[in-house]
């Protein structure tokens, strides 16, 4: 079985503030594949990134960055700078069990900034 | 390229109704998912379909079927409606062949609202 455990249900910061959404996964397939997703208000799901577990360098893209770590099962999201136009609600997804394509999320974490 | 539609956006219906809504996925995708998205249960995973087969289903009733068409475009039904069906039906595509990346690109939803 595997699990996709979201621990901060919401987080409120100022904006400009870096903010770390956190991540924890469990799965016992050595071959998998992490996600992130965005929810904005109007309710589409928008893809953020896709790890391998073969892949631990940590990316950053503008003011995103991702820290992927296998010994602890995380994979946490930071946001720099924050922006009003972050507000939304990230879910942290994953996928094993290869030859289907279903996604297992958490449940999510709201962002709100405060202008 | 477009992304993925989803008809209709917005449908309300009546216990005991059945309703049908509709995917198209990003053009060259083979794997179709779908998704019902709740406030108490969060985001679970309705079925997978990839070349007009169901590759993968999730645990739900048998109210809740679909297909898929030769040209990946997919439908779910869902008969004998409840309320507890309300909810946001989000469909993701993807390539889901052998060279899959496992993206998942998703439509903006269906919300379906039953009394």
């Known amino acids: 079985a595997q699990k996709v455990t979201q621990a901060q249900t919401e987080i409120s910061v100022v904006e400009k503030e870096d903010v770390t959404l956190d991540c924890v996964y469990e799965t016992r397939d050595t071959t998998y594949y992490l996600f992130w997703y965005k929810q904005p208000p109007s309710g589409e799901l928008v893809f953020l990134i896709r790890r391998n577990s073969f892949d631990e360098q940590n990316e950053i893209s503008g003011r995103y960055s991702w820290n992927f770590q296998k010994s602890t099962s995380s994979f946490n999201f930071t946001i720099t700078a924050s922006q009003v136009v972050d507000s939304a609600v990230y879910f942290c997804?994953?996928?094993?069990?290869?030859?289907?394509?279903?996604?297992?999320f958490g449940t999510g974490t709201r962002l709100t900034i405060i202008p | 390229k477009a992304g993925v539609t989803q008809t209709p956006r917005y449908l309300i219906k009546t216990r005991g109704q059945q309703v049908t809504l509709s995917c198209s996925p990003i053009s060259g995708h083979r794997s179709v998912s779908w998704y019902q998205q709740t406030p108490g249960q969060g985001l679970q995973f309705l079925f997978e379909?990839?070349?007009?087969?169901?590759?993968n289903k999730g645990n739900f009733p048998g109210r809740f079927s679909g297909r898929q068409f030769s040209n990946s475009r997919s439908e779910m039904n869902v008969s004998t409606l409840e309320l507890g069906d309300s909810a946001l039906y989000l469909c993701?595509?993807?390539?889901?062949?052998?060279?899959?990346?496992?993206?998942?690109?998703f439509g903006p939803g269906t919300r379906l609202t039953v009394t």
């Open positions: 997804a994953l996928i094993s069990n290869f030859g289907n394509e279903k996604l297992t």
């Open positions: 379909y990839f070349s007009e087969t169901q590759r």
């Open positions: 993701a595509s993807s390539g889901g062949g052998a060279e899959s990346s496992y993206e998942q690109y």
